[in-house]
């Protein structure tokens, strides 16, 4: 045997257990519903079920499907850019300047959250929203006879639900991306007379960007498929095409229907990526 | 969407339960033939039962209680779904004896033949039950009695006590404009468009005008606090005064006011409102015909129904002598005891496929505007 065949059955050896797995859990499932999404009846139904397009010509035919998917689209737009703006600066706090057994400490923190169940926290956020709640009571307090805050079942709301929820994928990815940074990189902007926003501009932040465009990526898209947190925090100022999909499911019990709905969600997700990929990597590229 | 103690049972999980038992149909000869074996071996000692589990019907002292009378035992297998129900029938021909059928699945139970007419004249108690569920045509066709009429609830309008000093008395109260935020009804399809079919004076189960039933809908858009989602989200939200009226399960109101002490009213507005009630049936082919006539008979008797009603907390009897025998503190004995109230009730029919893709559609298109 010559090397390459031996590391090529090595590779094979050690990466296809893997893929055999991805096959089975995720490949499969997802056929078996794209199939689904082109038939005429679950298979609930004892009838024979036959091939039809109509639960994508559902989707085109009633306009509230096109307000609910581009409101969701606009819910995984606002949640990614305060997850990135709150949790950029975050990430590059924690990989430079804090150090040792803070950093430690710091991350517990971070991903504190994730120990708990996701229900369990946007139940917490209603209690902290409402008005009486933790904010309203805290503001009568510091100004009082200020106006009642009562930010529960807002649309407001629901990104913060889902900022908290999602929060700790940007710190994460952008976190790794900023410490592979070289600090020496840093130092040679700075000796050749280049501003501390110069460097960062210049440096830190396109070597960070792919922790940012993975960050975006893991938030953007379970974001515009949400259910839970828009109902619950949102009230009915929290639709999404998420909870329609949910509803073909459990209430009306029209899975093909679900599966067409969720397919042309993915197709948009896959869309919106293929313009913005180009335009990120080359912008990360050029640097 | 029946607004029961299970009423929160109906999510994912029953979904995939449902699937799998179509998947597992396709092994019909083994499911096939073990009903089959059984029945030759213990056909005169045992009933097979076919109920949502925690329903009533498997409560281990009333098993007990039935033995010791009648000598049979009680087998049970269970269902998370009325169409998981409808499927096991039709795959399990003459497996079960009883089986529980929501009033808006015994009618489609009895289209496909998979229950058998009852013989009332073996089932004593019969003569007792309220006529108003007794002789329902949703329990009986052609003259046969393919339901024995159980339990039964309302789905009508909860209201805090703090707030209204009166109970409301009309629908209207909902769309009222001085209740601007002040309302809740359940983020649910099927029980949106019933209520506001009921308010514009149509049949609940087959509106002939969706039209107006959207129009009436989306009138309600200022008044809409939130929509409430389970009984437990219900009693938080009301707790925080989230909002003072809503369309409300009678079972939750009831353990809202009793177990939570909340202030909370009940009341069937003089438009009417939505029942739904449970029926017990026998199989086509059942192997202990005769048995199951004998559980059914026990299942609707006083006796059995107060210790089902006070020890766990059960739905209202069907059968007016088990209320009066409730214990006079039993708040649901003067709650249900309102015939008036019972006759204004629409009671929950079989919907088909499209009129339950067409409610979802509009229910869905409603929101939309809600969002707005």
Same mark, same amino acid.
């Given at each position: 045997?010559?090397?390459?065949?031996?590391?090529?059955?090595?590779?094979?050896?050690?990466?296809?257990?893997?893929?055999?797995?991805?096959?089975?859990?995720?490949?499969?499932?997802?056929?078996?519903?794209?199939?689904?999404?082109?038939?005429?009846?679950?298979?609930?139904?004892?009838?024979?079920?036959?091939?039809?397009?109509?639960?994508?010509?559902?989707?085109?035919?009633?306009?509230?499907?096109?307000?609910?998917?581009?409101?969701?689209?606009?819910?995984?737009?606002?949640?990614?850019?305060?997850?990135?703006?709150?949790?950029?600066?975050?990430?590059?706090?924690?990989?430079?300047?804090?150090?040792?057994?803070?950093?430690?400490?710091?991350?517990?923190?971070?991903?504190?959250?994730?120990?708990?169940?996701?229900?369990?926290?946007?139940?917490?956020?209603?209690?902290?929203?409402?008005?009486?709640?933790?904010?309203?009571?805290?503001?009568?307090?510091?100004?009082?006879?200020?106006?009642?805050?009562?930010?529960?079942?807002?649309?407001?709301?629901?990104?913060?639900?889902?900022?908290?929820?999602?929060?700790?994928?940007?710190?994460?990815?952008?976190?790794?991306?900023?410490?592979?940074?070289?600090?020496?990189?840093?130092?040679?902007?700075?000796?050749?007379?280049?501003?501390?926003?110069?460097?960062?501009?210049? &440096?830190?932040?396109?070597?960070? @960007?792919?922790?940012?465009? /993975?960050?975006?990526? $893991?938030?953007? %898209?379970? +974001? !515009?498929?949400?259910?839970?947190?828009?109902?619950?925090?949102?009230?009915?100022?929290?639709?999404?095409?998420?909870?329609?999909?949910?509803?073909?499911?459990? &209430?009306?019990?029209?899975?093909? @229907?679900?599966?067409?709905? /969720?397919?042309?969600? $993915?197709?948009? %997700?896959? +869309? !919106?990526?293929?313009?913005?990929?180009?335009?990120?990597?080359?912008?990360?590229?050029?640097? | 969407?029946?607004?029961?103690?299970?009423?929160?049972?109906?999510?994912?999980?029953?979904?995939?339960?449902?699937?799998?038992?179509?998947?597992?149909?396709?092994?019909?000869?083994?499911?096939?033939?073990?009903?089959?074996?059984?029945?030759?071996?213990?056909?005169?000692?045992?009933?097979?039962?076919?109920?949502?589990?925690?329903?009533?019907?498997?409560?281990?002292?009333?098993?007990?209680?039935?033995?010791?009378?009648?000598?049979?035992?009680?087998?049970?297998?269970?269902?998370?779904?009325?169409?998981?129900?409808?499927?096991?029938?039709?795959?399990?021909?003459?497996?079960?004896?009883?089986?529980?059928?929501?009033?808006?699945?015994?009618?489609?139970?009895?289209?496909?033949?998979?229950?058998?007419?009852?013989?009332?004249?073996?089932?004593?108690?019969?003569?007792?039950?309220?006529?108003?569920?007794?002789?329902?045509?949703?329990?009986?066709?052609?003259?046969?009695?393919?339901?024995?009429?159980?339990?039964?609830?309302?789905?009508?309008?909860?209201?805090?006590?703090?707030?209204?000093?009166?109970?409301?008395?009309?629908?209207?109260?909902?769309?009222?404009?001085?209740?601007?935020?002040?309302?809740?009804?359940?983020?649910?399809?099927?029980?949106?468009?019933?209520?506001?079919?009921?308010?514009?004076?149509?049949?609940?189960?087959?509106?002939?005008?969706?039209?107006?039933?959207?129009?009436?809908?989306?009138?309600?858009?200022?008044?809409?606090?939130?929509?409430?989602?389970?009984?437990?989200?219900?009693?938080?939200?009301?707790?925080?005064?989230?909002?003072?009226?809503?369309?409300?399960?009678?079972?939750?109101?009831?353990?809202?006011?009793?177990?939570?002490?909340?202030?909370?009213?009940?009341?069937?507005?003089?438009?009417?409102?939505?029942?739904?009630?449970?029926?017990?049936?026998?199989?086509?082919?059942?192997?202990?015909?005769?048995?199951?006539?004998?559980?059914?008979?026990?299942?609707?008797?006083?006796?059995?129904?107060?210790?089902?009603?006070?020890?766990?907390?059960?739905?209202?009897?069907?059968?007016?002598?088990?209320?009066?025998?409730?214990?006079?503190?039993?708040?649901?004995?003067?709650?249900?005891?309102?015939?008036?109230?019972?006759?204004?009730?629409?009671?929950?029919?079989?919907?088909?496929?499209?009129?339950?893709?067409?409610?979802?559609?509009?229910?869905?298109?409603?929101?939309?505007?809600?969002?707005?």
């Amino acid at each position: 045997m010559t090397p390459t065949t031996r590391t090529r059955w090595a590779i094979l050896g050690l990466t296809g257990p893997a893929y055999l797995w991805l096959a089975c859990t995720i490949f499969l499932p997802i056929a078996a519903m794209l199939a689904l999404s082109f038939l005429d009846k679950s298979p609930l139904v004892p009838k024979p079920a036959s091939f039809t397009l109509d639960n994508y010509g559902a989707f085109f035919g009633k306009p509230f499907y096109w307000s609910l998917t581009r409101w969701s689209i606009e819910l995984g737009f606002w949640v990614t850019l305060f997850s990135f703006l709150i949790g950029y600066p975050a990430a590059y706090a924690l990989a430079k300047r804090v150090k040792g057994r803070w950093r430690e400490a710091i991350f517990l923190l971070i991903v504190l959250p994730f120990w708990s169940n996701a229900l369990v926290r946007i139940f917490s956020w209603t209690m902290v929203l409402r008005s009486n709640g933790i904010i309203d009571l805290g503001m009568q307090s510091i100004f009082p006879g200020a106006p009642t805050v009562d930010l529960l079942f807002t649309y407001p709301a629901v990104v913060i639900g889902l900022v908290h929820s999602y929060l700790p994928y940007m710190i994460l990815t952008c976190y790794i991306a900023l410490q592979a940074i070289d600090d020496s990189l840093i130092e040679a902007g700075r000796s050749l007379g280049a501003s501390k926003f110069t460097t960062f501009r210049r &440096v830190v932040l396109p070597l960070s @960007l792919p922790g940012i465009i /993975s960050g975006s990526a $893991l938030i953007f %898209v379970p +974001v !515009i498929g949400s259910f839970m947190e828009p109902r619950i925090l949102g009230g009915t100022k929290g639709a999404t095409l998420g909870m329609n999909i949910e509803e073909q499911f459990t &209430v009306t019990a029209n899975w093909p @229907l679900g599966a067409a709905l /969720s397919f042309i969600l $993915l197709a948009i %997700v896959l +869309v !919106i990526f293929g313009i913005l990929f180009p335009f990120l990597r080359k912008q990360g590229g050029a640097a | 969407m029946t607004g029961k103690t299970r009423g929160g049972k109906g999510s994912f999980g029953n979904v995939s339960r449902r699937r799998f038992v179509a998947g597992a149909s396709a092994l019909g000869v083994g499911a096939g033939l073990t009903p089959f074996l059984s029945r030759r071996a213990q056909a005169s000692t045992e009933v097979k039962v076919l109920n949502w589990q925690g329903y009533g019907t498997d409560e281990a002292w009333a098993l007990e209680a039935f033995k010791k009378a009648t000598g049979l035992d009680i087998v049970h297998e269970y269902y998370n779904s009325e169409s998981e129900m409808i499927t096991k029938l039709q795959t399990n021909p003459g497996a079960y004896d009883v089986i529980v059928t929501n009033s808006a699945w015994n009618g489609r139970a009895t289209e496909l033949g998979v229950i058998q007419p009852i013989d009332t004249a073996q089932v004593s108690n019969f003569a007792d039950l309220n006529p108003s569920f007794r002789d329902s045509p949703l329990l009986n066709v052609d003259g046969k009695t393919y339901g024995v009429s159980w339990v039964w609830g309302i789905t009508a309008v909860a209201y805090s006590t703090e707030v209204y000093k009166d109970a409301p008395t009309s629908i209207e109260a909902l769309w009222d404009a001085k209740n601007a935020k002040r309302i809740s009804i359940r983020d649910d399809a099927i029980e949106a468009v019933s209520f506001a079919a009921i308010a514009t004076g149509q049949d609940m189960n087959h509106p002939s005008d969706l039209a107006k039933v959207k129009e009436k809908l989306l009138a309600l858009k200022p008044n809409i606090a939130m929509l409430w989602s389970s009984e437990d989200d219900w009693n938080k939200q009301f707790q925080a005064k989230a909002f003072d009226l809503s369309v409300y399960w009678s079972g939750s109101a009831l353990r809202s006011k009793t177990n939570f002490k909340l202030p909370v009213g009940y009341v069937v507005p003089e438009e009417g409102a939505v029942g739904w009630f449970d029926g017990l049936a026998i199989g086509t082919d059942a192997p202990n015909a005769e048995g199951a006539h004998k559980f059914i008979n026990y299942m609707i008797e006083p006796t059995y129904y107060v210790e089902w009603a006070t020890k766990v907390g059960a739905p209202a009897s069907a059968n007016p002598k088990a209320m009066a025998a409730l214990p006079d503190s039993d708040p649901s004995k003067a709650f249900y005891s309102d015939e008036a109230a019972i006759k204004r009730l629409q009671f929950m029919a079989p919907l088909s496929d499209k009129e339950r893709q067409d409610f979802s559609d509009l229910w869905a298109e409603v929101k939309t505007e809600y969002a707005k």
